[in-house]
């Protein structure tokens, strides 16, 4: 499975974009905050989730780990495919995401293209003791181009943790530490 593209950003489309990586373009479809984000002719690195179909194989984007984690919660939701859940996620930032299905607004996620009012109820139940409270910026986190920005947090995502268990774990810890520092006492939590 492709995890993670860096490259160069060669060609932008409505909701997806082509990524140079080593004289190969992979075309990876992200969310609208990551699509802003990314400038045609400069380097990108993108964690990716690989969608294979019978008929097809398709790449879904994200620029941090927290973004793909919640796209792969998005997913376990019935009724939920990958398109459907990019359309989720590019409702808002994916803080904005995050919250509102912490705070059951399931009408901002029926905003979304192709999401009806029921799927948007079956997505607020069925993840908001996932993805929990969204305190991620009263507890010291850095926000920037509307994503989370968080190395600790990022970090422990990668050893495992899901997203609401590193976000506990972080919440409790003193904002002014180092990043090193913060994912060792969580780490011996």
């Known amino acids: 499975m492709i995890a993670r593209l860096a490259g160069k950003i060669v060609e932008k489309t409505d909701k997806s974009a082509i990524i140079d990586v080593a004289g190969v373009g992979y075309e990876v479809f992200v969310a609208s905050v990551d699509h802003e984000a990314l400038v045609l002719g400069e380097a990108a690195t993108l964690y990716t989730y690989h969608h294979v179909r019978e008929t097809s194989q398709e790449l879904f984007g994200f620029s941090t780990l927290v973004g793909k984690r919640l796209f792969e919660l998005l997913l376990t939701v019935q009724g939920v495919g990958p398109k459907a859940a990019m359309a989720i996620l590019s409702v808002g930032d994916f803080e904005n995401v995050r919250h509102a299905i912490g705070q059951n607004d399931a009408l ?15 997505v607020v139940l069925e993840l908001h003791d996932k993805v929990g409270e969204s305190n991620l910026a009263s507890a010291g986190f850095v926000v ?6 968080d190395d600790a947090l990022e970090a422990l995502i990668a050893l495992g943790y899901s997203l609401a268990d590193a976000t506990a774990r972080l919440q409790e810890l003193p904002a002014d530490l180092s990043t090193e520092e913060k994912i060792r006492r969580a780490l011996a939590q």
């Open 108 to 122: 901002m996620i029926a905003q979304a293209a192709g999401v009806g009012r029921k799927t948007a109820e079956r």
């Open 144 to 149: 920037g181009r509307g994503a989370i920005r």
